[in-house]
Structure formats: structure tokens, C-alpha cells
């Protein structure tokens, strides 16, 4: 029980120990062993959940193969891939996703700053506060979906009867139905961002913020100079698991407009091929291209603006 | 014995976790024993009739009713998913009639034999049986059949200047008419499987069809679309110029068969097609006070419309079969459950509860189904004439292209939408294009 936890964030009087240690000592040496026996299971499970549905993707990919027709499936190599990357349909969808992406994390990145500073400073009834707004966030998003498309319906809806606008079908336009959309997206999760905001403001130390005052420092300038730059890797951090979880939207256009009025998103042009039309080869290449757009998404964040990880974790230097 | 603590309770938790997960997935569902059958049923007043069905008997059979989703593309989905990955414990199971044949196609359905296929069409009236059929074997029992009639609020009549009682009227009349009145005509203009319904309609009431004949038996790159021709150019006229009228309902793009039926139903209501369960929902309604006690004294019905004042018009052909999976191991047994669950008094029993028409022509005679749905004659003509969505093994494609190409109705046009719908069609079966 007694024994050190070898990833413990360094302390000051940890300091020192780097020098003491030998390169590779018996214990250390035992507790590596340890560390991949607890977590050997753990890691052979996920490969074997995650791993083997990617390649199986992959590889069906390379097929034109329809679930209902398994006679005639026939490999095509990268034709699918040429299917979808010259029809114009996985353009606009993607742009469509690539509009809801931008738009729903900026505004849940300001909402989200706002509502983490309110969590932070509250005075009184902290945990009821935080409760409060984190109720969005655990609400399933299918039922939020509904919640809202229910809002917004122009026969039973509370939305246009609270602006007086009449039967207005907020579902009927492209834009109005994209609208509805992120709005379903931004008060869902919104309440993440500001959990992942709270914890970087969490790590700003009081003296900084103090000396910044003592220095005659106004609120603004507290913000600008002190707190932000401070909270640049919460921030990068935040920005990038909701991005990638945004470009992935489905629930909420699948539950409010059913794809209709040009709201399809990437994610829905998968289920359409793959669950609607059985198309498990076009289906799985579109799933492919898909993945591959989030991976590219995570690395420009890692590698371009810099986002590290593991500050997350308060591994600060 | 600290030591072995952790183990017995990690032993204990994963056993919790199993047993979590099954009543949550239902493993091993469908063991209730040799005798009980798995039912998907895609109304809850199927199971009603079931539960009847088990007591009669005696204890031959029980069912484990599964709820299908409560709209058409996930019932069809849910069906197909399980079926395709030869779900063993699916013994009975309700099939929309226009995903038959991309099921049968696929030997996921036991066809009838010669025998049951005489027993289960007998008395059953032409459109049901039609639809219940494919490649000349029968691969569902008809539960119920279904087609659309023209409703209309008979208080609008004398200013819209139309009659539907005193003969046919055409959609152009019935446009014009309530634009003149100030009422609504409800059609389903959502881009669902409701949507495809309407445009097999008019493309059907105008003497074309979506397919061209014997493309079910053709692989899906060969297969000829029929819809750029001048009953597509119809279909595409009529749904624009109601879209952009004053007698499209507030949101007509998004408006299915509940939303027409609210739209009916509101103060500006004038006419609607739409399912004869609309009737029933109505009682409902009543009950419920959101509509007064003599509202049915205003409504009527007649035919669906035409398209052509001179030429008949095909009504919508829905209804539900029931089919016995392929992969089922008490398929014997499920055929054995079906004579009762398909039965005239089955029939008789689901029409009066769900307000879905039966299949059996004698259903319409008995005198309590004349008491409740007064319209009974209509619909049994309209069973008749009904025609069929297309009958393809690619069903699900077909339905899609066309749910893409003519939505939303406000942007088509007589001159470019058939010949775009025909190629989206024809590209997305031969897998050159996405929907």
C-alpha cells in the first residue's frame, strides 16, 4: 500500500530524486511489469473492440457489397472512395458539418468561458450552480434532440409562440433547420466546455491574479493577460475534444429534420449509405473518410496550435 | 482470505454486469421454451390480438412481442439489420409491404407453400394480396391493407366550389378550390417513406410508374427508371403548384400524416389525404375534448384524387404482412400462429382498434365494422385499386433517390425534376452516386 506511485505530479521535495535514482532499478523494473499486467487486459479489450471494427471497415471498404446481395459482392478496390470524393453531395456535407463544427464551438467556447467563471466565483450555492449547469450535459442527446424539435415545432412549440412568430416552420429552411440544429448542440454542450474551462481556471494561482490587482491591473486586463494565457492549454484542450466530437454530429439532425431542407451532416451520409441503403462498402468508405477527417482534425490541433495534452492532467512544469 | 476478497467480488461484479447486460439486450431471448415465438409487431394492437391468439391455443404457442420503431424506414431498418446478420431468435415478423421484396429477395423470409399460399389468399381483396407476392410466391399473410381517401370538411364545400361526393375531383380542382376558400388542402410533403407514397400516387394516377416494368428481376445497374416522362412532369407540377399555394398547410415540407391530420383539423382545414386511421384518431380527439362532439358530422370522404380529370386515380397502397424469418427454427409453429393472427376475427379485432382496414374483403360486410367506419365501401374500393409502391429488391434505394429528388416540393419543376430524379435514381442504383 505504502509503495510510491511513480506518476505522481513531481512536488518540490520530489525534486531530488531523479538524481538518486538508478537507470532501471529492480522495483521500477517491477512495477513497469505491474503497470502492464493491470492494464494489459484492459489494453488487449480495446484493441479487440476498436481495432478489429476499423480494419474490418477498411477492408469492406474496398468492396461494392450490399448487405442484402451477397453474391454480388465484388472488390472495386478504391472506387468507392472515387464515388464519394467526385459527387457533389459529400462536398456540401461536408460542408454543412465542417459550418455546424464552427459555429457550435465558438459559441460554447464563449458561453462556455462565461458560465466557467460564474462556477468559479460563485460565492454562495457553488454545487447547486454546478449542478445546474451541468444538467444539460447529462441529458442524453436523442432526448435533447426531441426536446428541442418539439421547441421549435410550429404547431406545438413554445419557441415561436415566446417570439410571436406565429407558424413560422423553423424546419422548412435550410438555414432556419441548421439554426435549430446548433442551438440543440450548443445548450447540450456547452456545460462540457465550461467543466473543461473550470478546471484550467481552477489552475491559475490566486497570487497572480492577485499581484495583477495589486499592480492596478483592471478586470479586462486580469482576463486578457493574466487569465487566458494561463488557461491556453485548458482552452486548446477543450477546443479540440469538442471539435472533434462536433464534426461527428448525428443524434440532433437525425431526431430534428431527418436530413431534410440540406442539413445532412458527414455522419448521417454514412448511416444513409450504410444502415438506410445497406451499402456496406460505400457506407464503410464513407466511415473511413470520416475517421480519417478527425484524425486530421486532432493532429492540426496537436501539431499546429500546440495543444498539450497533457496539461490536462496538471502535469505542470 | 483478505486476498481472495478482491477476486470474489471482481467475480461477483462481473457476474452482476452479465446478468445487467442481458436484461438489457436480452440474450438468450426467445428461449422462453419450444413453444414461444418471437413476435415483432409494428402496432401495439397487434399485441392484443397475439395475447388472444396464445390463450385460444391452449398452450401450443406463446409470444415474446418485440415493438418495431413506429415509422416505416426503422421498422425496415431494425428488420433488415437483424435479419441480414440471421437472427435466429425472429420467429414472426410485420413487414411494410413495399420491403418485402428487398427481404424475400435476400432469403430472409420463408416463402408459403403452395397450400398456405391458397389458405392465406383466399378472400383477400386484389391490392393487399398484390403487394404480399413476390416473383409469383407468397412471402407475407396479409394482416391489413391500406389506402389513402380524398377527407374533406363539408362546411368548405359550397365556397371552394368543389364536390368530391358528387364525382371525382382532380388535384388542380381541389388547389384551386380551397385557395379560393381559405383553407388548407394536407398532403404529406415530409421527406420520409410518406413522401414516396404521394409521389408513387400521382405518378401512378397519371398513367407512369416510377420503375419501368420487369426491373424487379433485373440486377440493380440495369434497372429503368420511369419517371421522366409527362406523369413524372405531373407528379412534380402538382406537388410545386400545391407547395407554393395558399392552400399549403404552414409547414407543408415538413408535414406528415399526424401533421395533416392537425391541419384538418384546425379552423383553416379543408381537404386532406391520408389514411383511413385518421377516422378512429378522430374519436380520439373527441374524447379528449381538443375537438368538439359533432366534429365528424363535418367530415367526408371520397376517392383519392385524380390527376387527369378523365382517368381513375391509383390510390396509395399501404398495409402490414406478417412473415416468418428464414432463419426462425420454429417455423412450423409460426405458420400455425399466423392462421390466427391474420383470422377474419383478427382482422375484424385490429381494424376496430387500430382503424387499420383488413385485408379479408369479408371483414367489410360484418355489421359492426359498417357501424364504426361508415366509409367501409370506399376503402374496400380503394383497396382495390390501390397500386403498389415499386416492387424491387433495391426498394430501399429507390425510395431514397425519390425522397431526395422531389423534396422539398416548393423547389420542383415540371421541366427539370423528372429527367433529375430519373438519373439520381438510375446513378444511385448502379452505385455511382450517394443519397
Redesign the interface.
Known amino acids: 500500500m505504502s509503495t510510491t506511485i511513480p506518476a505522481a505530479p513531481p512536488s518540490t521535495p520530489a525534486r531530488t530524486r531523479p538524481h538518486r535514482r538508478a537507470p532501471v532499478t529492480d522495483r521500477a523494473r517491477k512495477e513497469r511489469n505491474l503497470g502492464w499486467l493491470l492494464a494489459g487486459p484492459a489494453f488487449i479489450a480495446m484493441v479487440a473492440v476498436t481495432g478489429y471494427p476499423i480494419l474490418n471497415a477498411v477492408w469492406l471498404s474496398l468492396f461494392d457489397y450490399r448487405l442484402t446481395d451477397p453474391a454480388g459482392r465484388d472488390f472495386v478496390a478504391l472506387g468507392n472512395y472515387v464515388t464519394i470524393l467526385t459527387d457533389g453531395l459529400f462536398w456540401k456535407q461536408f460542408g454543412v458539418t465542417s459550418l455546424i463544427t464552427v459555429v457550435t464551438v465558438s459559441a460554447e467556447l464563449v458561453l462556455g468561458f462565461a458560465l466557467a467563471m460564474v462556477m468559479h466565483r460563485a460565492l454562495y450555492l457553488r454545487t447547486a450552480l454546478r449542478t445546474a449547469i451541468l444538467v444539460p450535459y447529462g441529458i442524453i442527446t436523442v432526448v435533447s434532440a426531441y426536446a428541442w424539435a418539439y421547441g421549435f415545432s410550429n404547431t406545438y412549440g413554445f419557441v415561436n409562440g415566446l417570439f410571436g412568430l406565429g407558424d413560422y416552420d423553423w424546419f422548412g429552411g435550410t438555414w432556419s433547420a441548421l439554426f435549430t440544429v446548433c442551438v440543440a448542440e450548443i445548450w447540450k454542450t456547452t456545460p462540457f466546455m465550461s467543466l473543461l474551462l473550470l478546471a484550467g481556471l481552477a489552475q491559475i494561482p490566486d497570487d497572480y491574479l492577485e499581484a495583477a490587482k495589486v499592480d492596478g491591473a483592471t478586470a479586462w486586463q486580469r482576463v486578457k493577460r493574466v487569465i487566458l494565457p494561463n488557461m491556453k492549454a485548458a482552452i486548446m484542450v477543450a477546443l479540440l475534444f469538442r471539435t472533434l466530437d462536433a464534426f461527428r454530429i448525428f443524434d440532433s439532425v437525425f431526431i430534428m429534420t431527418a436530413g431534410a431542407q440540406g442539413t445532412e451532416t458527414l455522419s448521417f451520409l454514412a448511416y444513409r449509405q450504410t444502415i438506410s441503403r445497406v451499402m456496406v462498402g460505400l457506407g464503410s468508405a464513407v466511415s473511413v473518410i470520416l475517421a480519417v477527417l478527425v484524425v486530421l482534425i486532432a493532429v492540426m490541433f496537436v501539431k499546429v496550435f500546440k495543444t498539450d495534452l497533457s496539461q490536462q492532467r496538471g502535469d505542470r512544469k | 482470505m483478505v486476498r481472495h476478497r478482491p477476486h470474489r467480488r471482481v467475480a461477483g461484479s462481473a457476474l452482476v454486469l452479465f446478468a445487467a447486460a442481458c436484461a438489457l439486450s436480452g440474450c438468450g431471448g426467445g428461449e422462453g421454451g419450444a413453444t414461444s415465438l418471437t413476435y415483432y409487431i409494428a402496432d401495439a394492437a397487434q399485441a392484443d390480438v397475439a395475447a388472444r391468439c396464445a390463450t385460444e391455443s391452449g398452450g401450443a404457442y406463446t409470444f415474446d412481442i418485440q415493438r418495431l420503431p413506429n415509422n416505416a424506414?426503422g421498422g425496415r431498418?431494425q428488420l433488415?439489420?437483424r435479419l441480414?446478420a440471421e437472427d435466429r431468435s425472429m420467429d414472426i415478423v410485420s413487414v411494410d409491404p413495399p420491403f418485402m421484396a428487398?427481404?424475400a429477395?435476400?432469403g430472409?423470409l420463408r416463402a408459403f407453400t403452395d397450400q398456405e399460399r391458397q389458405e392465406f389468399s383466399d378472400g383477400v381483396l386484389e391490392g393487399p394480396l398484390k403487394q404480399s407476392t413476390f416473383r409469383d410466391t407468397l412471402y407475407s399473410a396479409p394482416l391489413y391493407g391500406n389506402t389513402q381517401l380524398l377527407w374533406y370538411r363539408k362546411s368548405v364545400l359550397q365556397k371552394a366550389g368543389v364536390d368530391p361526393s358528387a364525382g371525382p375531383v382532380t388535384w388542380d380542382q381541389l388547389i384551386e378550390g380551397a385557395s379560393r376558400a381559405g383553407v388548407t388542402v394536407a398532403a404529406q410533403g415530409?421527406?420520409?417513406e410518406s413522401l414516396m407514397v404521394w409521389v408513387n400516387a400521382l405518378v401512378a394516377s397519371a398513367g407512369g410508374s416510377i420503375l419501368q416494368p420487369g426491373s424487379e428481376n433485373v440486377?440493380?445497374d440495369q434497372v429503368e427508371a420511369g419517371l421522366d416522362s409527362p406523369a413524372g412532369a405531373a407528379a412534380a407540377r402538382i406537388m410545386h403548384e400545391l407547395a407554393v399555394s395558399p392552400a399549403a398547410p404552414?409547414?407543408?415540407?415538413?408535414a406528415g400524416e399526424e401533421?395533416s391530420r392537425?391541419a384538418f383539423q384546425a379552423a383553416t382545414g379543408g381537404f386532406m389525404v391520408n389514411w383511413p386511421y385518421v377516422w378512429a384518431a378522430m374519436d380520439a380527439g373527441i374524447e379528449e375534448g381538443s375537438l368538439p362532439a359533432n366534429f365528424k358530422d363535418d367530415v367526408g370522404w371520397a376517392a383519392y384524387p385524380r390527376v387527369d380529370a378523365g382517368t381513375e386515380s391509383a390510390s396509395p397502397s399501404g398495409g402490414l404482412g406478417l412473415s416468418i424469418s428464414a432463419f426462425s427454427r420454429k417455423q412450423d409453429l409460426a405458420v400455425e400462429a399466423i392462421r390466427c393472427l391474420a383470422d377474419e376475427r383478427s382482422q375484424k379485432e385490429f381494424m376496430i382498434s387500430a382503424g387499420n382496414p383488413a385485408a379479408l374483403g369479408s371483414v367489410f360486410d360484418d355489421p359492426d365494422i359498417r357501424a364504426k367506419f361508415p366509409m367501409a365501401d370506399q376503402i374496400r374500393t380503394g383497396l382495390d385499386a390501390a397500386t403498389p409502391r415499386p416492387v424491387s429488391?433495391?426498394y430501399?434505394?429507390v425510395t431514397?433517390a425519390i425522397q431526395t429528388a422531389f423534396?422539398?416540393p416548393d423547389s420542383l419543376s415540371p421541366e427539370t425534376t423528372p429527367r433529375a430524379a430519373n438519373d439520381l435514381l438510375e446513378a444511385?442504383l448502379s452505385?455511382?452516386?450517394?443519397?
Open positions: 424506414a431498418e433488415l439489420r441480414a428487398e427481404f429477395n435476400a430472409f415530409r421527406r420520409n440486377p440493380a404552414a409547414g407543408f415540407s415538413t401533421d392537425a429488391p433495391y430501399g434505394d431514397g423534396h422539398p444511385v452505385n455511382e452516386r450517394l443519397i
